[in-house]
């Protein structure tokens, strides 16, 4: 069994900030890549951003300057730092990760519950 776990969502001022934590558990060999999506209501889930097992990034062109992606590989945890928000940064952030796991070394691509992040003008 293996589950992403967030934590950190909630309302907030504009140009204040938060931090989401996502922690990943279970029976993990190895974790590729972990990252954050984000679904308003209305809209499609879209990529926030990303980390990789090499440390590189990949960050959204509305948060960058504004969101940063970080990642504790002994922990198996990643962190959105999230700077600077606007109202229309309001949405479900869902952390996701693409992973390797002990049952015969599977790749499995795992998604957390979400955690709301309200942004009020």
């Known amino acids: 069994q293996v589950q992403l776990v967030e934590s950190g969502g909630g309302l907030v001022q504009a140009g204040r900030s938060l931090r989401l934590s996502c922690a990943a558990s279970?029976?993990?060999?190895?974790?590729?890549?972990m990252g954050w999506y984000r679904q308003a209501p209305g809209k499609q889930r879209e990529l926030v951003a990303g980390?990789?097992?090499?440390?590189?990034?990949n960050v959204a062109d509305s948060v960058k300057g504004r969101f940063t992606i970080a990642r504790d590989t002994a922990k198996n945890t990643v962190y959105l730092q999230m700077n600077s928000l606007k109202p229309e940064d309001t949405a479900v952030y869902y952390c996701?990760?693409?992973?390797?796991?002990?049952?015969?070394?599977?790749?499995?691509?795992?998604w957390g519950q979400g955690t709301l992040v309200t942004v009020s003008s």
């Open positions: 980390i990789f097992s090499d440390g590189s990034t």
């Open positions: 996701n990760a693409h992973m390797i796991i002990m049952t015969n070394y599977t790749y499995l691509e795992v």
């Open positions: 279970g029976s993990i060999v190895s974790i590729n890549a």
